[in-house]
């Protein structure tokens, strides 16, 4: 099982009250491990359809070999923006980063759009920021500023 199959341990949390801290923490650990998934797997489909990476720089590597929005056979796709991409599994909520050259940005308010296609509507970007700061503190997230951005803390 992927670390991020996870989401079914506290999905349902979110449905039922306004998540703890702990949760948020936890929430913001299976976003990255999703994150970290959708980059693979769409690596993964761009090299079974021919091409080679560049680098970790997805958005800045296929121009003019891939188009920017795409899908995939079992139903997912993709949307490259600017330095970053929306990547959809079949399955899971869309998940959105970017990259500066070989770290994957994360963005508080992307987390909080994740956590809204997962039941969490309401919770507040500051709430989502404060469980990132706690990865941080943990050596997982590294502080990238201004205050909501991070960088995801190589493998």
């Avoid at 913001?28 to 797997?41: H, K, N, T």
């Avoid at 706690?134 to 205050?147: F, H, M, N, T």
Wanted: with cysteine; hydrophobic share 45%.
């Amino acid at each position: 099982m992927k670390e991020s199959d996870r989401t079914s341990d506290w999905r349902p949390l979110f449905a039922q009250q306004e998540p703890s801290a702990d949760q948020l923490v936890e929430g913001v650990r299976i976003f990255v491990a999703q994150a970290r998934d959708a980059e693979v797997y769409l690596r993964q489909w761009m090299i079974a359809a021919g091409m080679t990476p560049a680098d970790r720089t997805l958005a800045h590597c296929w121009p003019g070999l891939v188009p920017g929005r795409g899908s995939f056979s079992d139903g997912g796709g993709y949307w490259f923006h600017g330095i970053g991409c929306v990547i959809k599994i079949a399955g899971q909520a869309p998940v959105d980063v970017d990259w500066d050259g070989a770290a994957m940005l994360l963005d508080a308010w992307k987390v909080q759009r994740w956590f809204a296609a997962q039941g969490a509507d309401n919770t507040a970007v500051d709430a989502i920021v404060s469980a990132m700061n706690v990865l941080v503190a943990d050596g997982e997230l590294i502080a990238d500023p201004p205050r909501n951005h991070f960088r995801a803390s190589p493998q």
